[in-house]
């Protein structure tokens, strides 16, 4: 079964992790009304009625919230987009990816924290996509629907200007906001799905890599390094380096984080 | 609000021919070699046209990804194509070797023993990370076995970090006989206590 996940996902699940797969596997077959592993097996190998997309979606992780790790958009705001504005040599929008997005708490942070911090949000389009493989989280990221968790680090003034209450004790993003992140369901070790979504200025991919092996890491950094345009950026989780995975990026120090950088072309081939 | 919104239209796309490939990295731009390394995986009869050509190629980032596309192909034809790069004077290539044959775990499996018994000491020392890809019994078995012979202290050093992390009671004697022949290299003889005491340390 952890092969199954690995194939499809890039996702490592060892023997240590064995409970945690074991679980997610009897809620599938409870779902799924099978009597049996097997039958179960069989049912999610024929793909009957989508399984296997129910079935990536229950190993996905989807705990997050708005404004976490927010050192990196600091650097965003003080570093990042002023140097790809720099080096930019053709009109366009600044591009920035969000991958995995989870349930959208992060593209809609970048979002509030630019029209927050960034003096020149006015004067660029600024295209924010939001990509995960779990269509479960991608509906819900849709839907800019959150709990008091995922507000938990927003001031009661920004969640006022940008959230409106919902039902129960939950915030909905205000339309403007919401239609101004776009969603797409991506894996990341796939080339052709990654290829499809252009290159960005600006990637945010944090802590992903770090459910994958040595050989799905590689693949993912060629990914990204395609999905950067030359010069822009790639942020990792706090504890990633991309330095242990690829050779392929080189290493900048700002004052307020450390982030990974494709080349510029002429650089590094 | 100034963001825009767009939506992204995922296409797949298929492998080119292999003849494609072999003409991109005879006479293609970097950026075309690049596309065909990350291609050719995907392409049956690809692994000896990528191991030729990482003999012949020159950009850092073209080698990278015909090192993935090789261990992407994990096939025994494949892990001899780059287990002389192993050898190679270019640390690079030495280093890029290491981490593909890293990313091919099973694949690898079967050429351990052989490398550990190489005659060059670098590759001694560089199949000892390898042998983190095998179970930890198959991985202090192989390492054990080299420990008790080595002459290499460095070769040694390698073998006795994995340990550290992965070996059990059983790697104690052999550590303790490393230790005595090695008693004049004090650097050795404090990285295996080190090694020696976290094993102990586990339950």
Known sequence: MSEFLYRRTGMVFTEAKRFYVERRVVERMTATGSGSFASYFAWLRNDAQGEIEHFVNAFTVNETYFYREDYQLSCLTSDLLAERLRAKRRPGPIRIWSVPCSTGEEPYSIAIWLLENWPLVDEYEIEIVGSDIDTGALEQARSGVYGKRALMRLSPAITEKYFAPAQGETWKILDDLRQSVSFSRVNI??????????????????????????????????????????????????TESMSRISPLFEVRRFADAIVYQRPAEGGNG | MPLIRKTADPLATAPPPLAEVISAFANGTSEERWVAARSAHDIPGSAKILGEALTRERNARVREAMFTSLARI??????????????????????GALDALRAMKGAVSPYLQRLL???????????????????????????????????????????????????????????????????????????????????????
């Open chain 2, 117 to 203: 018994e190489d005659g060059d000491a670098d590759v001694r020392l560089l199949a000892c990370e390898l042998v983190r890809n095998v179970p930890d019994d198959e991985a202090e078995r192989l390492l054990c076995g080299l420990l008790e012979a080595e002459r290499e202290p460095n070769v040694c050093a390698s073998a006795v970090e994995v340990l550290a992390e992965i070996g059990g009671a059983d790697a104690l004697p052999v550590l303790a006989r490393c230790e005595q022949r090695f008693r004049e290299s004090p650097f050795l003889v404090f990285s295996i206590k080190v090694a020696a005491d976290r094993i102990r340390s586990q339950p």
């Open chain 1, 189 to 238: 070790v796939e080339s052709a799905e990654t290829r499809a979504h252009g290159q960005f200025d600006v990637i945010f991919c944090r802590n992903v890599l770090i459910y994958f092996d040595d050989a799905s890491r590689r693949i993912a950094a060629e990914n990204l390094y395609e999905n950067l345009a030359p010069g822009g950026f790639i942020c990792l989780g706090h």
């Open chain 2, 74 to 95: 994990a096939t025994a034809e494949s892990v001899a194509l780059i287990l002389p790069f192993l050898r190679s004077d270019e640390a690079y290539l030495r280093t």
